[in-house]
C-alpha cells in the first residue's frame, strides 16, 4: 500500500531516536528529510523541468534554487526561500505541512542542511499522488503461513483460512453451500465454457460430497475443452485478431497457429512460466519448429500498420508506435504494470524512467510481423538423422584420407595437449558466426557449420557438429554466439584437436571461428583467439561486409590445408578469427569404400529421396516473429522520433525488488540474446509481479473480480488488493508447485470459499455485509456472473445438439469482405452448416468486425487488450435473444432434439427442455404455461422463449 508521510510515524521515528543512539547527520537525512521531501516537493520540484527551474533532489541544485533565487542558505537557516515558501503555507500548494513536519525541516535547516544520499532518487518513495520502490506490488514475495480460526468449522483449504480471518475482522460470516445444480453449472462454465449435461447435475445432486466435488474438478481440468474456454480468456489478454488493423485493415491469414499453440499448451499444463517464456522467445527456444513460431504469435497479434508513407521519420514513428504497443502488452500481460506510459517522459505513477522503458523495447525491435514456412515434425527428424549419419560418414573417411578436397579448409594442432586424464570432463568452448566471402552463394546457410574431432592417434575420442546462425545479408556476420560441448578423457595420451568446415563439399563457408579454449574442471589446457597470426599476403575485402580477409595466414598453434590456408577475418580491430570453407564438389576420395560406408551412405541416399518429396509437398505457413536485425535502440526526447538521443542497452525494470534489472548484453547484442534474456528476467522466481500478475487474473475469472480489481495493472493507478496475503500465498503456491495452473485451479475450486451460495440472503450476516461491504469485496457470498458471448453461443449449440467438436485449424469465417479501394471491410454474416457451428474460438477475428449475436453481449474487438469484460444490460440483447436468425434456427433444432429424446407427450418434452436449457426440473407452474405455449404455437416457441431466460444466461 502507498506509505503516507503522517505524524504519528514521525512522531514514532522521533521517539525511537529519543531512547536510542542519535543517528547519523546522512541516516536523518536518508531516513526522514529524504521521504519528507520525496512527499511533498519534488512531485514538482525535480526531473528534467523543474517548476520554477527549483531542483530539490539534489544538495548542488538546492542551494544553487531556481528562479527567485537561493532555495537553502545553510548559515541563515530561516532566510532561504525555501523555509519562507513553505512557513507561509505556499507550499505545497492547497496542502500545506503540519507543524511536526515543519519542525523537523527546521532542525535539519538549523544542523546545516547535511544531506544523505545525493540525488534524491524520486522513484524511491511511495507519496499520495505516485508510487516509489517501496509499494506493495513490487516488494518481495511474503510467505503467510495459513492461521485456522479456533471456531473455524468452514475451511477446506488455505484459501478459506484467510477469507474467513478478513471476515471475522469485520464480524461477517460465509454464505452457505450452494445447491448442488448451482454449483455443477458455475463449474463447467467457470472450467470449459459450456453447460452440464443434464445427468452430470443428477449425479451430483446425489452424492454432493467434497469428495464428489474434487473429482468432478478433476474431470473438467482433464477435459478437452478446458484449453478452449481458457484460450478464449488468453486471447483477450493477448489482443488476438486476424486482420492488421487501421485503415486497410487486411487479413492476416495462418495466425490460428498462436490459438492452437494457447488450447494445446493449456490443456497440456504447461508450466506457467514456461508459457510465458515462449510467448516471448519461443522461435528461440524451439528455433525452426512449429511450436516455437506459433508461440511468439503473441507479440504479433495485435494491430500492424502496413501503410508507412515515405518519409523516414514517418516510417520511424509508425515503429516506435508498434513497439510501444507491443511491450505495454507484454508488460501489462506479465507484469501488470502500463510500461509504456514511460515512452514520452518517466511514467507519472509508477517508478518507471523513460530511459528504462527504452532499454525494455531494445529486447523486442527486431520483432516484425510477418509469414513464414516451417517445415514438418516429420521433415524436422528426417533431417536430424541425415545429419547425423553424414558426420559418421565424414568421421570414418577423415581417418584414412588427410584431404577431403583440394579447396576445404581444415585446421588441426601442430603438438597434443594433456587433455585426457582418465575420467576427467574437459570442455571445449569457442565462438561461433556465419560468414561469407566471395559471393552470396557462398554463405553460410542453416545447414552449414563446423565439425570438430578430438583424435587420440588415429582413435577419434568424440566428434561434434557446431552450428552458427544462417547468413543473413551479412547483417550478424559478426555476432558470434558462443558454443561448448565436453568429453571424458580414457587416460590413453595427449590429444589433438582437428576442425574441419561441414558438411563437405557444399561451395560455402561452414563458419567463422573466434576465442577457442580447452579447459578441465581445475585449469585452462590451451587457449587461442586467433589474433597472434602471421600475414603472408596484403587484406582484400569480404564481399557484403567490407571487412578486411587475410588469405594464407601462418599460426603458431596450428596447421591448415586446403585453399588459401587460413582464411582470417578482421571482424573488428585487431581481432581476427577463422573462416571455414566447405570446397567445391571434386573431392579426393571421398566415395565411401568400406561396407560400413557405403551403408551409411546407402541411409543417407534414401532419407534425402524423402527430403525431397516432403519438399513438394506444401510446408505449414504460419503469420509470426521474423526478426530483423537494427541498430541499438535509443531514447527519443518526449517519444519524438525525429529526436533520437543516447543509444541504450537492453534491461528489465528497477523497480521490481530483489530483481536485477541487468540482462549483461553489449548495446549490439542479436535479437536471440536479448529476446531470451527478457524472457528469462520475465519468469525469473524472483519477480514477483510475474506470480502476483496471473493468479489475480486467474481469481479474476474464477469469482468475476481479482484480489486487485484491475488484472492489467497492479501499479499505483490499479486496485489494492483486498486481501493481500492471501495473494501472496497464491502467487507462492504457484511458485513451488511448478508453476501448474491446474493445481491452482483446483486449490481455489475445492475451498469453501468458491462453493458459497451466490444469494444475498442465504448469508446469515446479509444485512450487516450488504451495508458495509455491498461490492462484495470481502466475498461473504459467491458473485453471480452472466454468461459471455461465446459461451451463450456454444452453449446453445451444444444443447440444440449441432455443436461441431472439431478441435483446431483454421477458422471457420462468418463475415463477408468488401473491398473499397486498398481498405477491407468485415460485414457480419449468419452462415449456414455444421463447419460454421464449430466453438466460438475457432471463428475468424477480424478486427472492426461486429457479430450481432456476440457483439450485444460484450464481446471485444481485439484492437486492444481487454483484462476485464463489460457486462451490459441492453435492449439490443433482448432483441438479439429473441430475433436473431441463428437463435431461431437453433430453437428449431433443439425442439427437433426433444421430440426425438422425449417422444411426443408434452409433459416430457416440457421436462426435457427445461433440464436441457437451465439444468433442473420445471415448477407446477412453468409445466402448465408451457403446456399451454406448446398447445397455442409450437414447441421450437419453447425452446426460443428458454433461450431468452435470465436463468439461462446467468451463473449463480
Not at 518481495?140 to 478459506?160: A, C, W
Amino acid at each position: 500500500m502507498p506509505i503516507r508521510l503522517s505524524t504519528p510515524i514521525l512522531v514514532t521515528i522521533l521517539t525511537s531516536w529519543s531512547v536510542a543512539a542519535p543517528p547519523s547527520p546522512t541516516q536523518h537525512f536518508n531516513t526522514t528529510i529524504a521521504p519528507l521531501l520525496a512527499h511533498r516537493c519534488l512531485d514538482c520540484h525535480s526531473g528534467h523541468q523543474p517548476k520554477g527551474n527549483l531542483n530539490l533532489a539534489t544538495r548542488a541544485s538546492s542551494l544553487k534554487g531556481g528562479e527567485s533565487g537561493p532555495a537553502i542558505t545553510p548559515n541563515k537557516p530561516t532566510a532561504g526561500l525555501f523555509w519562507k515558501q513553505v512557513t507561509s503555507n505556499k507550499m505545497p500548494p492547497k496542502h500545506p505541512l503540519p507543524d511536526s513536519e515543519k519542525k523537523i525541516l527546521l532542525n535539519w535547516l538549523k544542523n546545516g542542511a547535511q544531506w544523505g544520499d545525493d540525488p534524491i532518487d524520486p522513484f524511491r518513495f511511495t507519496t499520495t499522488h505516485r508510487a516509489g520502490y517501496d509499494f506493495w506490488s513490487l516488494q518481495p514475495l511474503q510467505k503467510h503461513n495459513r492461521s485456522i480460526p479456533q471456531d473455524n468449522t468452514q475451511s477446506q483449504n488455505p484459501i478459506d483460512d484467510f477469507i474467513l480471518a478478513k471476515l471475522k475482522s469485520k464480524n461477517l460470516t460465509p454464505s452457505p453451500r450452494a445447491n448442488p445444480r448451482t454449483l455443477v453449472r458455475r463449474l463447467y462454465f467457470n472450467l470449459i465454457g459450456l453447460p452440464p449435461p443434464p445427468h452430470i447435475i443428477a449425479k451430483f445432486a446425489n452424492n454432493p460430497s467434497q469428495t464428489a466435488w474434487t473429482k468432478l474438478v478433476n474431470n473438467l481440468l482433464n477435459s478437452p475443452h478446458y484449453g478452449e474456454r481458457w484460450a478464449q480468456h488468453w486471447l483477450d489478454v493477448a489482443r488476438f485478431g486476424e486482420t492488421h488493423g487501421y485503415e486497410y485493415n487486411e487479413p492476416r491469414n495462418h495466425a490460428w497457429h498462436y490459438r492452437d499453440w494457447l488450447i494445446r499448451s493449456l490443456n497440456n499444463d504447461l508450466p506457467y512460466n514456461r508459457f510465458a517464456a515462449m510467448q516471448i522467445a519461443g522461435d528461440i527456444i524451439k528455433p525452426n519448429s512449429l511450436e516455437g513460431a506459433a508461440s511468439v504469435g503473441f507479440l504479433v497479434a495485435g494491430i500492424h500498420n502496413t501503410v508507412l508513407g515515405t518519409s523516414e521519420i514517418m516510417k520511424r514513428s509508425a515503429r516506435q508506435d508498434e513497439l510501444e504497443e507491443i511491450a505495454g502488452t507484454l508488460a501489462q500481460t506479465f507484469l501488470g504494470l502500463t510500461l509504456n506510459c514511460a515512452r514520452c517522459h518517466d511514467h507519472k505513477f509508477d517508478p518507471i524512467s523513460a530511459k528504462e522503458y527504452y532499454q525494455f523495447i531494445s529486447a523486442l525491435d527486431a520483432v516484425t510481423h510477418g509469414t513464414k514456412s516451417i517445415p514438418s515434425k516429420q521433415l524436422n527428424k528426417l533431417q536430424q538423422k541425415h545429419d547425423n549419419l553424414q558426420k559418421r560418414l565424414v568421421n570414418l573417411i577423415t581417418k584414412r584420407n588427410p584431404h577431403l578436397s583440394s579447396n576445404a579448409n581444415r585446421i588441426t594442432l601442430n603438438n597434443p595437449i594433456s587433455a585426457n586424464q582418465e575420467n576427467t570432463t574437459y570442455t571445449l568452448s569457442l565462438k561461433l558466426a556465419p560468414t561469407t566471402w566471395a559471393s552470396p552463394t557462398q554463405a553460410t546457410s542453416n545447414r552449414d557449420g563446423i565439425l570438430i574431432q578430438i583424435l587420440r592417434n588415429s582413435k577419434t575420442l568424440t566428434f561434434h557438429h557446431l552450428k552458427p546462425a544462417p547468413w543473413n545479408h551479412g547483417k550478424n556476420a559478426t555476432n558470434f554466439a558462443t558454443k561448448s560441448f565436453t568429453w571424458k578423457g580414457d587416460g590413453t595420451g595427449p590429444i589433438i584437436i582437428r576442425i574441419s568446415p561441414f558438411p563437405l563439399n557444399s561451395n560455402r563457408f561452414g563458419a567463422a571461428i573466434d576465442d577457442l579454449t580447452i579447459k578441465s574442471p581445475t585449469r585452462i589446457i590451451f587457449q587461442d583467439n586467433f589474433n597472434n597470426l602471421t600475414q603472408t599476403h596484403p587484406p582484400g575485402r569480404q564481399a557484403r561486409t567490407s571487412l578486411k580477409v587475410f588469405h594464407s595466414a601462418v599460426s603458431k598453434f596450428w596447421k591448415h590445408s586446403g585453399l588459401n590456408a587460413i582464411h582470417a577475418v578482421q571482424h573488428a580491430d585487431n581481432n581476427f578469427a577463422l573462416q571455414l570453407f566447405s570446397g567445391n564438389a571434386t573431392p579426393i576420395n571421398l566415395t565411401p569404400q568400406t561396407p560400413t560406408e557405403k551403408s551409411l551412405q546407402s541411409q543417407i541416399n534414401a532419407i534425402r529421396n524423402q527430403i525431397t518429396q516432403i519438399h513438394k509437398q506444401s510446408p505449414t505457413t504460419i503469420f509470426t516473429v521474423i526478426p530483423k536485425p537494427t541498430p541499438p535502440m535509443r531514447i527519443y526526447h518526449r517519444g519524438d522520433a525525429a529526436s533520437p538521443g543516447p543509444a541504450v542497452t537492453p534491461a528489465g525494470l528497477k523497480a521490481i525488488v530483489n530483481h536485477a534489472p541487468s540482462f549483461s548484453l553489449p548495446i549490439n547484442a542479436p535479437d536471440s540474446r536479448k529476446r531470451l534474456k527478457l524472457a528469462q528476467w520475465v519468469t525469473h522466481k524472483n519477480n514477483a509481479l510475474f506470480h502476483r500478475t496471473i493468479v489475480n487474473r486467474i481469481w479474476h475469472y474464477h469469482f468475476g473480480r481479482g484480489i486487485v480489481d484491475s488484472p492489467n495493472d497492479l501499479g499505483f493507478n490499479g486496485a489494492r488488493p483486498t486481501h493481500p496475503k492471501l495473494l501472496d500465498f497464491l502467487a507462492n503456491y504457484l511458485r513451488s508447485n511448478n508453476y501448474s495452473l491446474k493445481k491452482l485451479h483446483r486449490l481455489i475450486l475445492t475451498s469453501v470459499t468458491y462453493q458459497q451460495s451466490s444469494a444475498t440472503s442465504s448469508n446469515p450476516s446479509h444485512k450487516t455485509a450488504s451495508a458495509i461491504d455491498k461490492q462484495n469485496t470481502l466475498l461473504w457470498r459467491q458473485n453471480p456472473r452472466r454468461i459471455d458471448a461465446e459461451a451463450f453461443r456454444d452453449s446453445i449449440l451444444q444443447i440444440s445438439g449441432t455443436l461441431n467438436p472439431k478441435q483446431f485449424g483454421p477458422p471457420y469465417i462468418d463475415v463477408k469482405t468488401q473491398k473499397v479501394g486498398v481498405a477491407h471491410y468485415y460485414l457480419s454474416i449468419d452462415p449456414v452448416g455444421k463447419q460454421f457451428n464449430r466453438r466460438t474460438i475457432y471463428r475468424w477475428h477480424a478486427r472492426g468486425q461486429r457479430s450481432a449475436i456476440l457483439d450485444t453481449f460484450d464481446c471485444p474487438d481485439p484492437s486492444t487488450t481487454t483484462p476485464k469484460r463489460n457486462i451490459t444490460t441492453t435492449p439490443s440483447q433482448t432483441l438479439s435473444q429473441w430475433n436473431h436468425p441463428f437463435i431461431l434456427r437453433m430453437a428449431k433444432h433443439l425442439a427437433a432434439r426433444i421430440q426425438k429424446q422425449a417422444g411426443p407427450e408434452p409433459a416430457k418434452q416440457i421436462s426435457l427442455a427445461f433440464q436441457l436449457t437451465l439444468g433442473r426440473a420445471p415448477t407446477p407452474n412453468e409445466s402448465k404455461s408451457a403446456a399451454s405455449l406448446i398447445k397455442k404455437h409450437n414447441l421450437p416457441l419453447l425452446t426460443r422463449v428458454l433461450f431468452n431466460a435470465n436463468e439461462f444466461i446467468w451463473i449463480e
